[in-house]
C-alpha cells in the first residue's frame, strides 16, 4: 500500500503545491502554507540480497505474491544502521540464515515505488526457517537463475556476470505469465 502524504506533519495544515525558490531554480513541490513545512518526497532506501548458500541462490516467494513469484530478500533499513548491518538483519529474520561475507553489488531505481534500491550479494549459512512474510524458498543453481525486468532483476544480472554467467532475463510473456495475479 502506497500512501501520499496530504497534511503538514509538524502543524497538521492541509499541504498546497507552492513554488519555492531552491538551489536548481524555481520548484513546486507540496509545501506547509502555514509554517513552511516541505515534503520532499525523496525515494526511500530499500536493501535488497543475492543470498548464496552453498553455491546456490535463494529466491523466495513473497505470501501476496502469486505462485510462480520467487525473488530476493528485501526489506527497509531501520534508523540507526548502516546498510550492512540491515541486510544482516533482513536476511536473518527473513530466512534465519547468518550471513558471513558482504559485498555490495550496486544502487538501482524503482521509480513507481519512488525507492531506491541498495543491492547486495551475501554468503550465509545456517538452516532455512521463513519468516510469516515468506511462504516458501528455492535453491537455484547459477546457471538455472532468471532475471526479472526490475530493480532487483538488474541487480542479479549485474551480479551474474561478475561469476561469469550472461544473464538470462524472462520473455514478456513469461514474465507477464509469472506476475500474473499481483496487485
Ligand atoms: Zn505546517
Known sequence: MQYHTRYCTHCAAPLAPIVQMEDGGPKERLRCPDCGWTHW????????????????????????????????????????????????????????????ACTLVGAYEFLRMNQI???????????VRLSAELVDYRLYDLPDLRCWPAGTGY??????????????????????ERRRGLE
Open 41 to 100: 518526497n525523496n525515494p526511500t532506501p530499500v536493501l535488497a540480497a543475492i543470498v548464496e548458500v552453498d553455491g546456490k541462490v535463494l529466491l523466495a516467494r513473497n505470501a501476496a505474491w502469486p505462485g510462480k513469484m520467487y525473488a530476493l530478500i528485501t526489506g527497509f533499513m531501520e534508523a540507526g544502521e548502516s546498510p550492512e548491518q540491515g541486510i544482516v538483519r533482513e536476511v536473518k529474520e527473513e530466512t534465519n540464515l547468518d550471513v558471513h
Open 117 to 127: 534500491i541498495i543491492a547486495y550479494h551475501v554468503q550465509a549459512r545456517g538452516e
Open 155 to 176: 541487480a542479479l544480472a549485474d551480479w551474474l556476470r561478475t561469476r561469469g554467467h550472461e544473464p538470462v532475463f524472462f520473455t514478456a510473456e513469461e514474465n507477464a
